[in-house]
C-alpha cells in the first residue's frame, strides 16, 4: 500500500466521518431562524444525521445563514466564517440568500450571497419548510462524501476577489486578514 | 470649761475656720485674686494651727535665759515656731509668685475669671 | 523487570482502551436515550466516534498560547492519571496497574486536577466566556465536593482504609455493599454525582446559548477531540469509582457495563427531567439535602 | 567562637553595615546584602551541629541551642531569607531609604535566628519583640498609606507579645527559672487552672503571629503592604514564628492529653480561620492581598495540624509551615516581578502577561500548584496528612471544614493565575518584560525546590521526624524518601504517582502540540469569536470584575461575618473612652481643686480599709 | 575641702544667687557657671556613689546637730542613685539649654538661676532626713517649677502655672498639715527618729496622716486625679524643662511618697492597695488621654505620668523585688523621657501649637533628632532590646510573685495602648508626607551632644543591664530595709 492509497483510505474515513457530523454554526439572520428549531426538535430531528449546533465557529463546520444579510450584518458573517477551521461549509438558506427575495430592491440587503462568501449549497423557499432544510443538508452530505464540497478552497483562492466585493459593501472595513 | 480648754477652742477654732473658709474661697470663688486671697488664709490658718500645737498654757518664751536657769518651767515648744517661720516666708513667696502670674493673666486674657482662663485642657 | 514495564505498559494500555470505548458508548448512549425521551429517534450509539474522528480531521490553524496547547493535556492526566489508580474489576481479574497506590482521597485531588489545568488552557484564550464559565465550575465544585467528601469520610470511618481496592475488597469481606452498609453515604455521594456529571441541571458551566460553551468557546478541532476523549475516560472513571466504592465492584466487565450504566442512568434522567440551576443555586442545592445525608452518614459510620 | 552566635553576627551586624554602606555607595550595599544573606546558609548547612552558648545578663540566664525542631525553622529563615534578599536587589532598586530596609530586613533575619535558639523565654521574648518591631517598620515602608496598618500589626504584635510576657513572668514566679526546658517539666505540677492560664496566654501570643482567628486581623493588610521582597519572608517565615511557638506549647506540654477541649478549641479556630480566610481571598483583587489571605489560611491548616496533635497531623502542620514558607515566598515573588514589571498588582487591570512573562508564569503555576496541594507537588503531601491524621484521630468534621478551605482555595489558586498572566491581552501591557535575572534566579530555585520536595517529601520529613523523636516527645515516628503510609497502613508512593502524571502529561503534550504543528500557529488573544463582532485594539474582553459573583452569592450568609467590623466596633468604643478620659483634664483650675478634695474625701471615707492592714 | 552631701544643696543655691552678679562681670560667665556646677556636682556624684558603696549610709549633720535633733543629709545608696540622676540630667539639660531660643538672650540668668534652684530643691528633697526640711525644699523646687513654667512669657505658660500654682500651694498645705499632726503625735521631725517612734501613734491618726501625706506628695507625683497639673506645666514650659520636671521634680515626688510608705509608716511589708489601685488608675487614664492627644509635649506629659503610676504601682507591691522595679523604671523613664523631651522639642521648634500633625515628614528633615526620637518612643514602650524592657520585666515579675495576674494584665494592656501612641507618632515623622513647607531648626552641637549622651547611656543600660542594676539593687535594700535606715541614720 502506497501513501497515495493509504492517503485516498484515510481520505473516505475523514470524508465519512465529516459528513455524519456537521456541526451547525446556525446564523439566524432573518426569519429563517425560525425554521431551526422545528428541524432540530423532535419532529424533524436532524440529529439522527449526526447534524447538531455548534456555540462558536471555532467548534463549528457549517455555516447556517438563514435568510436575508444585511450590509451590516455582512460583515459580521465574513468574521464568522473566517474564524470558522478547514473544513467548513456554507448553506445559504432561503431566497433572500439567492437573489434578494423580497428584499430584492433594498438599498442595504445583500442580494445574492456567493459574491461575498462561497456557499456550498442553496436552499430555496421562503421559508424552506424543515423536509427542505433537512434535503439540504443530505444535499451537503453528499458533497462532503464526494469531496466536492470545496468552498473554503475556493474562498482561499479567490480571496481578493471576494474581498474586492466585500469591501464594495462593507464601509468600515477594520478586519484581522484571513490568512488560514 | 476652764481657760485652758477655751483658748485650745478658740485657736483650734480659728484654725480650722480659716482653713476651710481658705479652701471655700478657692473652690468656688471665680475670680483670681479672690482665689489667691484664699491661699493665703488657707495658709495662715495652717499656721495658726501649727503655732497651736507648739502652745503650752502658761508656757514661756523658749529661750534659755538665767531668769529660767534652773527652774522648771513650761515653755511652749520651739520647734513650730521655727517651722511657721519658715512656712510664712514660704507663703509669702508662693503669694508672690501667685500675684505676679496673676497680673500676667490678666494681661493676655483681660479677665480674672478662672472660667475663662481655659487655653489648655485636655 | 522489563517484562514488567512492559506488562505495566499494556495494562496501561487497555484499561485507557477499554475506558474510552466504553465512555465514548457510554456518552453516544445518553445521546440516544435523551433522543428517545424526547420523542426522537436521535443519533446512533457510535456518533461520538464519528464526531470525535471529524473533529481530529479538522485543522487546528490557529492557538492563543501554549497554555490553551497544554490544556487538553492536563485534562487528559486527570483522567487517565485517576484511572490507573481505580481497581476497574475485582482484585485478580484485570490489570491490576497501580490500585496499590489508589488512595481515595489522592484520587480525590486528582480528579480536580484536570478541571484546573483545563481552566487555565480556557484561560489563555482570552475569550471572556471562558473565563465565566471557568467561574461557575469551580464555584460549582465547591458545592458538590462537600458531600461527596463527607461520603468518603464516611467510608474510610466505616472500613478503616483509604485504599480503594481494600475498600472493595472490604465489602466483599463483610458480604454488603457499603450502598447497603452505609445508605446515606451511597445518596449524598449520589447526589454529589449529579454535579460532577455536569447534566443538566447543573450545566450552567458549558451553557451553550448563554456562555457560547463556556470554557470550550475557543477550542475547535483537536483540542475539542481530545477534550472529548478525556471526558469520555472520565465519566468511566467516575462510574467506576462510584462502582467500586459503593456497589461492592464488578466480577467481569458485563456487571461492569450493567454496574455502571445503570448508575449513569440516574443523572442522566434527572437532567432530563430538570431545568437548569443558575451557579448559586446549584451550590445551596448541594448544600441542603445532600451534605445533611453526608453528615448522617458519617454519624452513622461513627456509631453504628 | 560559637557558630551560632556567629550566625546571629552576621546579621545583626549585616544589619548595621548595610546601613552604613548605604550612606556610601549603592554597589557596596548590595555586595553586603548578598554576603550576608548567603553567608548563613553556607554556614548553616555546612556545620554539622551546633554548640550551645551560656551567659547571663540583667539577673537572667539566657541560653542558646539550636533544638531539633527549630533546625527545621532556621533551615527555612536562612534559605528564604537568603532568597528575597537576592530577589530584593533587583526588586527594590530605585527606592528610597535602602538602607533602613535592608536594615530591618537584617534585623528580622537576626531575631528569628535569636528566637529558634532560644532555650530560654528571656531571650526568646527579646527576640521575639525585636521581630515585631523590626518587621513593622518594614510594614510601614511604603508610606502614608500603610500606617494604619502598622498600627494595627503592632497593636495586635504588642497585645499577643505582652500576653506571652505575662506567661514568662508567671512561669518565671512558679519555677524560679526562665528556661523553657525548666518549664516544660514544672508545667505537669501546677494546678490545672494555671496551667489553661499560661496556656492560653502563650497561644495567644503566638497565634497573633500565625495569624490565628480572631487575631488574623492585621496579617492580610500586612502582608500585602510590605514591599514583596520582605513579604517573601514576612509571610514565608516570620509567621512560622507563631507556628513554631504553637508547636511547642501545644507539643511540649501535651495539651491535646491534658486540656483536650482546649485543643479542640485551637484545632477548630485554625480551620475556621483557614475556611473564612480562604473566601475572602477569593474576593480580593489585589493579588498581594490574595496572597496575603492566602497565607492565613494556609496558616489556618498548619494551626489545625499541630492542634490535633498526633504523630502525623503533627507532622503534617511542620511539613506544611515548611512548604508554605517555600511556595508563599516563590508567590510574592511573583506579585513583586509583576507588580515590579506591570506597574500594578490590581486583577482588575492585569491581564495576559504570560507570554511577556513565561518563566514567571512556570514559577507561579508550579507553586500555585504547590499551593492548592495538587498532585504531585507538595501541598498534597502535606494536605494527604493533614487529612489521613484527622480521619484517623476521629476529626471528622473538621476534615470537612478544611476540605471546603482548600476546595475553596481552588477557586482563588484559579484566578491568581488567570488575573495576572491569562485573559486578553491589552495593549497597554505589550511593552512589559520578564523580570530582570536577579529576580527569576531566586523564583526558579523554589520552583525546582517545589518540585523536588513534592516528589520526594522525606527531604522534609526526615529532619521533622527526626525533630519529634528527638524533642518533641513522639516516639518512633517513622518517614520515607518518598513514600507516605497512614494510620491504616495504606501507603501511596509519590515517585509513582510523580511518574504516572509527568508521563501522561508528557504524552498528550506532545500530541497537542505536534499533531498539525506546521498548519497552527499563534494568533492573539483579540482574536476571539465574538459573535463575529471582530475585537478592535482599544476594545478589552477580558473578564475579571466581580470574578466570582455566582460563590459570593452562595455563600452570602459567611460574607456577612466580618472579624473587621467587630474589632472596628470595639476600637471606636474604646477610642470614645479614650476621648472621655481626655476630657477629665477639664482644662479649669478649680475643677483640678475638687479632684484633690474628692480624693482626700474619698480616701477618708474609706480610711478603715486602710486601718486594717 | 571633703567632698559631702551638702555640696548638692549648698553649691547650686549659693551659685543660682550668684548668677545675676556674675552676670555683670560677663554675660557668658553666667551661662557657664551654672554648668561647672553642675560638672562638679557630678563628679561629686561619683565620688560620692563609689563611697557609698563601701560604707552604706553616709549621714551628713547639718549645723552640728546630731540626727534627731538638727538636721541631717542622708546620702543613702537610694537617694544617691537619685541625686546623681538628677544632677547628671541637670547637667545634660543645662548643655542643651545653652544656647536654646530665650536662653540664649538675656533671660539666661533667671532661667540657669531657676533651673539651679530646682535642682537644689529636688536634691534636698531626697537628701534630707528631715521631714519638714524636705517640705521645705519640695517648696523650693515648686515655686522655681511655677516660674519656669511661666518662663515664656505668653498667655499659657501663665495660665499652666498658675494651675500648677494653685494645686501645688494645696500640696503644701496638706503636707505641713501632715507634718504637723505628725509632729503633734510623736514630737520630732527627723524621719529615722519619727520610724522608730511611729508605733506610738493611733492607727485612726496614722491614716489620716498617710491620706495627707499621699495627697501632698502625690500631687508631686502626678497620681491621678491629682495631676491636673502636669499636662499643662510639661506642655507650656520650655522644651528642656520638660524633661528636668520629668526626672528631677517628679522622681523627688514619688521619693518623698515612697520614704514615707516604706521609712515612715513602714507600710511596705505587704501589698500596698492604694498605691496599687491609684498606681493603675494614674496609668490607665494618663495613657489613654495620651492616645488622643494632638499635642507632643502634652502627649509626653501624659506618657510622663502613665510611667509615675507605673511607678508608683511598683512601689505599691512593696516587695523588695517592686521596689527595685520601680527605682529602675524611675531611672529609666528619667533618661527616656528626657531623651524624648530634648528631642521632641528640635521638632517641634517653631510651631505655634506643637501639634503631632505637624510632624509629618519631619524625619527628612531632623533625620538625626527624628531617629533619636524614635529610639526614645520604642525604649520607653519596654520594646526589647532596650533598656525600658528591663524595668518592665522586673516589674512584671515583682506583680508576679505577688500573685498579681490582673496587675500584669492591666499594666500590659495600657502599654498596648501606650505602643501605639508612640507609633503613631513616629509613622508621621517617618512615613507622611509633610502638608506645607516644614519649619524647622537644626538642634546645636551642645544640644545634640546632650541627646548623645543621654542615647549612649540608654544604649548602655541596654546592653550591659548589670551594671546598673547593682546599684538600683543596693538602692531597693535600702529603701526596704526599715530598720536598718533608723539605725544607721540614728548611729544605734
Known amino acids: 500500500m502506497n501513501d497515495k492509497n493509504s492517503q485516498k483510505i484515510v481520505d473516505v474515513i475523514k470524508n465519512f466521518a465529516r459528513k455524519h457530523s456537521l456541526f451547525v454554526l446556525a446564523y439566524g439572520t432573518g426569519c429563517g431562524a425560525i425554521e431551526i428549531p422545528a428541524t432540530m426538535t423532535s419532529r424533524y430531528d436532524a440529529e439522527r444525521f449526526g447534524i447538531r449546533g455548534a456555540a462558536t465557529p471555532r467548534q463549528a463546520d457549517v455555516l447556517l445563514i438563514t435568510g436575508y444579510l444585511s450590509t451590516k450584518t455582512l460583515k459580521r458573517v465574513i468574521r464568522t466564517y473566517e474564524q470558522m477551521q478547514d473544513p467548513k461549509y456554507v448553506i445559504g438558506f432561503g431566497s433572500c440568500t439567492i437573489n434578494g427575495g423580497m428584499y430584492w430592491d433594498s438599498y442595504n440587503t445583500i442580494k445574492l450571497l456567493d459574491m461575498y462568501l462561497p456557499v456550498d449549497i442553496y436552499i430555496n423557499g421562503c421559508m424552506p419548510r424543515p423536509e427542505a432544510v433537512i434535503e439540504g443538508f443530505i444535499g451537503l452530505q453528499k458533497l462532503i462524501a464526494a469531496g466536492k464540497a470545496e468552498g473554503a478552497k475556493k474562498y482561499k483562492e479567490n480571496l481578493d476577489w471576494y474581498r474586492a466585493n466585500q469591501k464594495k459593501v462593507i464601509k468600515n472595513w477594520v478586519m484581522p486578514d484571513y490568512n488560514w | 470649761m476652764n481657760i485652758q480648754d477655751f483658748i485650745n477652742f478658740l485657736v483650734y477654732g480659728t484654725a480650722i475656720f480659716l482653713i476651710i473658709g481658705g479652701l471655700y474661697a478657692v473652690l468656688t470663688k471665680k475670680y483670681l485674686t479672690k482665689i489667691v486671697i484664699g491661699l493665703s488664709i488657707m495658709d495662715a490658718g495652717i499656721n495658726l494651727l501649727l503655732i497651736a500645737i507648739g502652745y503650752t498654757y502658761k508656757g514661756t518664751a523658749p529661750i534659755f535665759s538665767p531668769a529660767v536657769e534652773g527652774k522648771t518651767v513650761t515653755m511652749v515648744d520651739p520647734v513650730p515656731q521655727a517651722l511657721v517661720l519658715t512656712a510664712i516666708v514660704i507663703g509669702f513667696g508662693v503669694t508672690a509668685v501667685a500675684l505676679s502670674l496673676v497680673i500676667r493673666l490678666y494681661r493676655h486674657h483681660n479677665t480674672l475669671c478662672i472660667d475663662n482662663i481655659k487655653n489648655l485642657k485636655w | 523487570m522489563m517484562g514488567d514495564i512492559w506488562m505495566t505498559l499494556l495494562g496501561v494500555l487497555v484499561t485507557t482502551l477499554l475506558a474510552f470505548v466504553t465512555g465514548m458508548f457510554y456518552m453516544g448512549a445518553s445521546r440516544k436515550i435523551t433522543a428517545r425521551v424526547q420523542n426522537r429517534v436521535g443519533p446512533p450509539i457510535y456518533q461520538n466516534f464519528l464526531d470525535l474522528i471529524k473533529l481530529q480531521a479538522k485543522d487546528t490553524a490557529i492557538h492563543h498560547g501554549w497554555m490553551q496547547l497544554l490544556g487538553p493535556a492536563f485534562l487528559m492526566v486527570s483522567a487517565v492519571g485517576s484511572l490507573m489508580f481505580i481497581p476497574v474489576l475485582n482484585k485478580g481479574l484485570f490489570f491490576e496497574n497501580f490500585t496499590a497506590d489508589g488512595d481515595i482521597i489522592f484520587l480525590l485531588y486528582l480528579m480536580v486536577f484536570g478541571s484546573l489545568g483545563m481552566a487555565l488552557g480556557a484561560g489563555q484564550t482570552g475569550n471572556p466566556n471562558s473565563a465565566i464559565g471557568v467561574t461557575r465550575g469551580l464555584t460549582q465544585m465547591v458545592g458538590f465536593e462537600i458531600p461527596w467528601v463527607m461520603a468518603i469520610v464516611a467510608l474510610i470511618l466505616q472500613y478503616h482504609t483509604t485504599n480503594i481496592a481494600e475498600i472493595l475488597e472490604a465489602q466483599h469481606r463483610s458480604g454488603v455493599w457499603s450502598m447497603f452498609a452505609n445508605p446515606y453515604a451511597f445518596i449524598a455521594a449520589l447526589l454529589a454525582a449529579f454535579g460532577m456529571f455536569r447534566y443538566s441541571p447543573f450545566d450552567i458551566v458549558g451553557a451553550p446559548a448563554e456562555l457560547a460553551s463556556g470554557p470550550v468557546s475557543e477550542n475547535g478541532g483537536k483540542f475539542l477531540g481530545t477534550m472529548m476523549s478525556s471526558h469520555a475516560v472520565f465519566a468511566f472513571v467516575k462510574l467506576v469509582l462510584y462502582v467500586d466504592l459503593f456497589m461492592g465492584g464488578a466480577d467481569n466487565l458485563v456487571e461492569l457495563v450493567i454496574k455502571t450504566f445503570g448508575l449513569y442512568l440516574i443523572p442522566l434522567t434527572y437532567g432530563m427531567v430538570n431545568p437548569r440551576y443558575r451557579t448559586e443555586q446549584a451550590v445551596r442545592y448541594f448544600y441542603g439535602w445532600p451534605t445533611l445525608f453526608g453528615i448522617i452518614a458519617i454519624l452513622y459510620a461513627v456509631f453504628y | 567562637m560559637n557558630s551560632l552566635v556567629i550566625m546571629l553576627l552576621i546579621y545583626f551586624a549585616g544589619a548595621i553595615l548595610v546601613y552604613a554602606a548605604n550612606k556610601f555607595s549603592a554597589v557596596l550595599r548590595d555586595v553586603i546584602v548578598v554576603l550576608a544573606g548567603l553567608l548563613p546558609v553556607a554556614l548553616f548547612f555546612s556545620i554539622p551541629a551546633f554548640e550551645a552558648f551560656q551567659f547571663r545578663i540583667a539577673g537572667f540566664d539566657l541560653f542558646w541551642d539550636l533544638g531539633s525542631l527549630a533546625y527545621i525553622f532556621e533551615a527555612l529563615v536562612v534559605v528564604v531569607g537568603a532568597a528575597s534578599l537576592v530577589y530584593a536587589i533587583s526588586y527594590m532598586k530605585g527606592k528610597k531609604n535602602l538602607g533602613y530596609f535592608y536594615m530591618n530586613f537584617f534585623l528580622s533575619l537576626g531575631s528569628m535566628t535569636g528566637i529558634l535558639m532560644s532555650q530560654d523565654l528571656i531571650s526568646f521574648f527579646i527576640f521575639w519583640e525585636i521581630m515585631t518591631w523590626s518587621s513593622y517598620f518594614i510594614v510601614v515602608f511604603n508610606g502614608y498609606k500603610t500606617n494604619k496598618i502598622g498600627l494595627t500589626y503592632i497593636f495586635f504584635s504588642a497585645l499577643g507579645a505582652y500576653a506571652m510576657l505575662t506567661a514568662i513572668v508567671m512561669i518565671n514566679t512558679q519555677t524560679g527559672s526562665t528556661m523553657w526546658n525548666d518549664f516544660f517539666i514544672a508545667f505537669a505540677g501546677m494546678s490545672s487552672h494555671y496551667q489553661l492560664l499560661i496556656s492560653i496566654l502563650f497561644i495567644f501570643g503566638f497565634g497573633v503571629k500565625a495569624a490565628m482567628m480572631p487575631l488574623h486581623i492585621w496579617a492580610a493588610d500586612a502582608y500585602s503592604h510590605s514591599p514583596m521582597a520582605y513579604t517573601a519572608t514576612f509571610s514565608g517565615v516570620l509567621s512560622k514564628m507563631g507556628v513554631y511557638g504553637l508547636a511547642l506549647v501545644m507539643i511540649k506540654l501535651a495539651l491535646v492529653s491534658n486540656h483536650f477541649v482546649f485543643s479542640q478549641v485551637i484545632a477548630w479556630l485554625g480551620a475556621v480561620t483557614a475556611a473564612l480566610a480562604t473566601i475572602y481571598a477569593l474576593i480580593q483583587k489585589d493579588i498581594r492581598k490574595l496572597l496575603a489571605y492566602s497565607s492565613v489560611a494556609q496558616l489556618g491548616y498548619i494551626i489545625t495540624g499541630i492542634a490535633v496533635g498526633t504523630a502525623m497531623s503533627f507532622m503534617a502542620g511542620i511539613y506544611l509551615a515548611v512548604l508554605h514558607g517555600l511556595f508563599k515566598a516563590a508567590l510574592f515573588m511573583v506579585a513583586g516581578a509583576v507588580e515590579k514589571q506591570a506597574g500594578t498588582t490590581d486583577m482588575h487591570k492585569l491581564r495576559a502577561l504570560i507570554r511577556k512573562m513565561p518563566l514567571t508564569f512556570i514559577t507561579a503555576m508550579v507553586a500555585i500548584i504547590a499551593l492548592a496541594g495538587i498532585p504531585p507537588l507538595g501541598g498534597f503531601v502535606g494536605k494527604w496528612m493533614l487529612y489521613e491524621s484527622l480521619i484517623g484521630s476521629n476529626h471528622y468534621f473538621l476534615v470537612i471544614v478544611i476540605f471546603f478551605s482548600s476546595t475553596a482555595a481552588f477557586l482563588y489558586a484559579y484566578r491568581f493565575l488567570y488575573g495576572i498572566f491569562l485573559g486578553q491581552e491589552e495593549e497597554e501591557f505589550a511593552h512589559v518584560k520578564e523580570a530582570p535575572l536577579m529576580m527569576l534566579i531566586p523564583m526558579l530555585f523554589f520552583t525546582v525546590l517545589l518540585i523536588v520536595t513534592g516528589t520526594f517529601p522525606g527531604i522534609i520529613l526526615g529532619p521533622v521526624a527526626n525533630a519529634m523523636n528527638h524533642g518533641m516527645g513522639f516516639r518512633g515516628v517513622q518517614w520515607e524518601m518518598s513514600v507516605l503510609t497512614n494510620v491504616y497502613g495504606d501507603s501511596i508512593h509519590l515517585s509513582v504517582i510523580s511518574t504516572i502524571v509527568v508521563v501522561v502529561f508528557i504524552v498528550f503534550a506532545l500530541f497537542l502540540i505536534l499533531k498539525g504543528r506546521k498548519g497552527t500557529r499563534y494568533v492573539t488573544t483579540k482574536d476571539i469569536a465574538n459573535s463575529g463582532e471582530p475585537v478592535r485594539p482599544e476594545d478589552n474582553y477580558h473578564f475579571a470584575l466581580d470574578f466570582y459573583k455566582p460563590f459570593e452569592r452562595a455563600m452570602a450568609p459567611l460574607y456577612r461575618f466580618k472579624m473587621s467590623e467587630i474589632y472596628g466596633n470595639i476600637s471606636d468604643g474604646l477610642v470614645s473612652f479614650f476621648q472621655f478620659t481626655r476630657r477629665l483634664y477639664s482644662g479649669n483650675g478649680q475643677t483640678y481643686v475638687y479632684y484633690v478634695l474628692l480624693f482626700i474625701v474619698i480616701l477618708l471615707v474609706f480610711s478603715n480599709q486602710l486601718i486594717n492592714r | ?492
Open chain 5, 1 to 492: 575641702m571633703v567632698i559631702s552631701p551638702i555640696h548638692y544643696v549648698a553649691i547650686p543655691l549659693l551659685v543660682a544667687f550668684l548668677i545675676p552678679l556674675v552676670a555683670k562681670i560677663g554675660k557668658n560667665w553666667a551661662r557657664i557657671l551654672p554648668g561647672l556646677t553642675l560638672a562638679y556636682l557630678n563628679f561629686v556624684s561619683v565620688y560620692l556613689m563609689t563611697k557609698v558603696q563601701e560604707t552604706g549610709i553616709i549621714s551628713e549633720s547639718v549645723g552640728g546637730w546630731d540626727a534627731p535633733v538638727g538636721i541631717n543629709l542622708v546620702f543613702s545608696p537610694l537617694s544617691g542613685l537619685l541625686v546623681s540622676l538628677i544632677t547628671g540630667i541637670g547637667f545634660l539639660v543645662w548643655l542643651y539649654s545653652y544656647q536654646f531660643k530665650n536662653v540664649e538672650k538675656n533671660e539666661s540668668q533667671k532661667y540657669f538661676t531657676l533651673l539651679l534652684m530646682l535642682i537644689t530643691g529636688a536634691n534636698g528633697v531626697i537628701l534630707t532626713g528631715d521631714i519638714f526640711n524636705m517640705f521645705v525644699f519640695m517648696e523650693i523646687t515648686a515655686i522655681s517649677a511655677y516660674a519656669l513654667t511661666a518662663f515664656y512669657r505668653h498667655r499659657n505658660g501663665a495660665e499652666a502655672a498658675f494651675k500648677y500654682l494653685l494645686i501645688g500651694s494645696l500640696a503644701s498645705t496638706f503636707m505641713l498639715l501632715a507634718i504637723m499632726l505628725l509632729y503633734a503625735q510623736v514630737g520630732t521631725l527627723n524621719m529615722a527618729d519619727i520610724a522608730s517612734k511611729m508605733d506610738q501613734v493611733s492607727s485612726g491618726m496614722k491614716v489620716t496622716i498617710f491620706i495627707l501625706f499621699l495627697t501632698g506628695f502625690g500631687i508631686e507625683a502626678e497620681m491621678f486625679p491629682l495631676n491636673g497639673w502636669a499636662p499643662d506645666a510639661y506642655t507650656e514650659a520650655p522644651g528642656p524643662i520638660g524633661a528636668v520636671f520629668a526626672s528631677a521634680v517628679v522622681k523627688a515626688g514619688v521619693y518623698a511618697m515612697a520614704r514615707v510608705v516604706f521609712t515612715l509608716f513602714g507600710y511596705g511589708d505587704s501589698p500596698v492597695e492604694i498605691l496599687i489601685i491609684m498606681g493603675v488608675i494614674t496609668m490607665a487614664i494618663a495613657e489613654f488621654s495620651a492616645f488622643r492627644q494632638e499635642k507632643l509635649k502634652r502627649m509626653l506629659a501624659y506618657s510622663s505620668i502613665g510611667q509615675m503610676g507605673l511607678v508608683i504601682a511598683a512601689f505599691g507591691l512593696g516587695t523588695k523585688a517592686g521596689v527595685f522595679a520601680a527605682l529602675f523604671i524611675m531611672v529609666n523613664h528619667a533618661l527616656i523621657k528626657s531623651l524624648l523631651f530634648l528631642s521632641g522639642t528640635y521638632m517641634v521648634y517653631h510651631s505655634k501649637e506643637k501639634l503631632i500633625a505637624e510632624l509629618n515628614g519631619m524625619a527628612k528633615e531632623l533625620p538625626v533628632t527624628a531617629a533619636l526620637f524614635a529610639f526614645g518612643a520604642l525604649a520607653i514602650a519596654g520594646f526589647p532590646p532596650f533598656s525600658g524592657f528591663w524595668s518592665k520585666v522586673y516589674f512584671l515579675i515583682a506583680a508576679a510573685d505577688q500573685k498579681m495576674v490582673f496587675l500584669i494584665i492591666m499594666v500590659l494592656l495600657v502599654t498596648t495602648v501606650e505602643v501605639l501612641y508612640y507609633f503613631k507618632v513616629i509613622n508621621r515623622m517617618y512615613f507622611h508626607k509633610p502638608e506645607m513647607e516644614l519649619e524647622y531648626r537644626r538642634p546645636s552641637t551642645n544640644a545634640l551632644i546632650s541627646m548623645f549622651v543621654l542615647t549612649a547611656v540608654i544604649l548602655w543600660i541596654s546592653f550591659f543591664p548589670d551594671t546598673v542594676m547593682g546599684y538600683i539593687d543596693a538602692a531597693a535594700n535600702d529603701l526596704v530595709n526599715r530598720a536598718g535606715y533608723i539605725n544607721l541614720v540614728l548611729n544605734r
